[in-house]
C-alpha cells in the first residue's frame, strides 16, 4: 500500500541552523512527492513538490530531492528563520488517476532567536 | 492569489444533529477534495469529486457522509448524523486539473461535536 512516514517532532532549532526533516515513503507506482506547510491557525500551503526520481524541489530556501532508490523525500534548509516555525507534512500523491493525497503525521518545527 | 475558502472556521453541534461545511474552491479548478483531521493525528483522505461525482472516497465515508456541488462555486460536506469521533479540523482542497497539478488548501472548518 502507499504511506508516509516523518521523523518525530518536535525539531527545535536556533535561528540560522541547518534544518532536516526526515520523510520515506512507501507506494506501488510512480508517486508525485509534496511538502506542504501550516502555520499557526492557517490551512496547508504547498511548499515543493517533485514529480519523478531525482527531481529537486524548492522554494523559500527550502529543498527536497525525490530519492526512488531510498524512498526518501527528505527537506532542508540551510538557515532557518523564527518565522519557519510552523508544521511540516509530507504527502504523496499515487501514480495513475486518483488524486488523493496520503500524508505522513507531520512534524513540528519551532525555531527560537 | 485565488484560494480556497471555508465557511465556517469553527462549528459546534450536538451529537446526532446534521452539519454542512462550506467550501468555495479556486474559480476554473476541476478537481475537488475533502480531508479530516482529528487532533493529533494525520490528515486524512475523505473523498475527492470531479464532474459532479464522486471519483474516489475512503472507508472513512460511509453512508453518514454526503458531498455536493449545488451551483458553480459551492463545493459541500454534510454529516447527516454526528458522534463525537466526527470532531476533527476538515479541510476542502481543490485541484486545475491532472497530472502534477497542486492541490490547493481552505484554511479549514474545525468541528466539535458535544
Known amino acids: 500500500g502507499n504511506s508516509v512516514t516523518q521523523m518525530e517532532g518536535p525539531v527545535t532549532l536556533s535561528e540560522e541552523a541547518f534544518l532536516t526533516i526526515n520523510c520515506t515513503y512507501t507506494?506501488?507506482?510512480?508517486?508525485?512527492l509534496f511538502w506542504y506547510v501550516q502555520y499557526p491557525g492557517e490551512g496547508l500551503q504547498l511548499l515543493l513538490k517533485a514529480t519523478k526520481a531525482d527531481d529537486k524541489g524548492s522554494n523559500k530556501g527550502f529543498e527536497a530531492t525525490y530519492r526512488k532508490e531510498t524512498t526518501s523525500f527528505h527537506l532542508e534548509k540551510g538557515s532557518v528563520q523564527v518565522s519557519d516555525s510552523a508544521v511540516y507534512f509530507c504527502?504523496?500523491?499515487?501514480?495513475?488517476?486518483?488524486?488523493?493525497?496520503?500524508f505522513g503525521q507531520g512534524t513540528t518545527l519551532q525555531v527560537k532567536p | 492569489e485565488p484560494e480556497v475558502t471555508q465557511t465556517p472556521s469553527h462549528q459546534v453541534t450536538q451529537m446526532g444533529q446534521e452539519v454542512i461545511l462550506r467550501c468555495v474552491p479556486i474559480?476554473?479548478?476541476?478537481?475537488f477534495y475533502w480531508y479530516r483531521q482529528i487532533l493529533g493525528q494525520k490528515v486524512e483522505f475523505l473523498v475527492s469529486f470531479y464532474n459532479n461525482e464522486i471519483s474516489e472516497k475512503s472507508e472513512i465515508f460511509d453512508d453518514q457522509f454526503s458531498v455536493e456541488r449545488p451551483d458553480g462555486s459551492n463545493f459541500t460536506l454534510k454529516i447527516r448524523s454526528t458522534k463525537l469521533e466526527d470532531s476533527a479540523m476538515y479541510f476542502c482542497?481543490?485541484?486545475?486539473?491532472?497530472?502534477?497539478?497542486?492541490?490547493?488548501f481552505g484554511d479549514g472548518t474545525r468541528l466539535s461535536i458535544l
Open positions: 482542497a481543490s485541484r486545475a486539473g491532472a497530472g502534477a497539478q497542486p492541490q490547493h
Open positions: 474559480s476554473n479548478h476541476l478537481y
Open positions: 504527502a504523496l500523491r499515487p501514480g495513475g488517476n486518483t488524486g488523493k493525497l496520503i
Open positions: 507506494a506501488t507506482g510512480y508517486p508525485s
